[in-house]
């Protein structure tokens, strides 16, 4: 065992076999690969022995993050409901040589006032059902203050997803006004 002594590489969608005047591989400079790129490799260790070139498997670079949308309640809807449905569309990318699949998870946050900034005044986090997602009254507690029913008032609503890349997309917003007569 005399230990790694140095890595050469290329890179490219059909590199060329790496030789000892390629790239050496620096753990604190890593190369970056675009999508479809491989890495073409191989050690020498300490004692000046070489291993066979191996090649990665193609990178995949997903930089396309879901979609999400809101699409009911109704702009400016006025609402005699404390615990309003509500609804939407979800990405439902399955995961293929150029993307990560979309997440089954969509998280749902509403705002106090007309627009979706600040602190959500309740979130939840509800699993899509294909290109769909639903906030029902089954979904909404009176004993968990995220998911309480909503006191009168006017409420933004605005959805995210993220994928198994990291990407994450924002839906639209929309405003509504709950109005209870309490």
Do not use: C, M
Request: aromatic share 6%; net charge negative; glycine share 12%.
């Amino acid at each position: 065992g005399s230990g790694v002594d140095k890595t050469y590489y290329t890179t490219g969608t059909n590199p060329a076999d790496p030789t000892t005047s390629s790239a050496v591989y620096d753990p604190n400079n890593k190369p970056t690969l675009g999508h479809g790129e491989k890495i073409k490799y191989f050690s020498v260790d300490n004692a000046g022995n070489q291993e066979a070139v191996k090649t990665s498997a193609a990178a995949k670079v997903d930089t396309v993050a879901p979609s999400p949308t809101v699409s009911s309640p109704a702009e400016g809807a006025e609402l005699n409901d404390a615990t309003p449905a509500v609804g939407g569309t979800a990405g439902d990318q399955a995961e293929d040589a150029d993307h990560s699949a979309d997440g089954q998870d969509v998280a749902v946050k509403i705002y106090s006032g007309s627009s979706a900034s600040g602190t959500p005044v309740r979130e939840f986090t509800l699993q899509r059902s294909g290109a769909s997602w639903s906030l029902g009254d089954a979904d909404w507690d009176q004993d968990v203050a995220a998911r309480a029913p909503l006191g009168d008032g006017t409420y933004t609503v605005q959805a995210e997803q993220s994928d198994g890349a990291g990407n994450s997309g924002q839906s639209n917003s929309r405003s509504f006004k709950v109005d209870t007569g309490t």
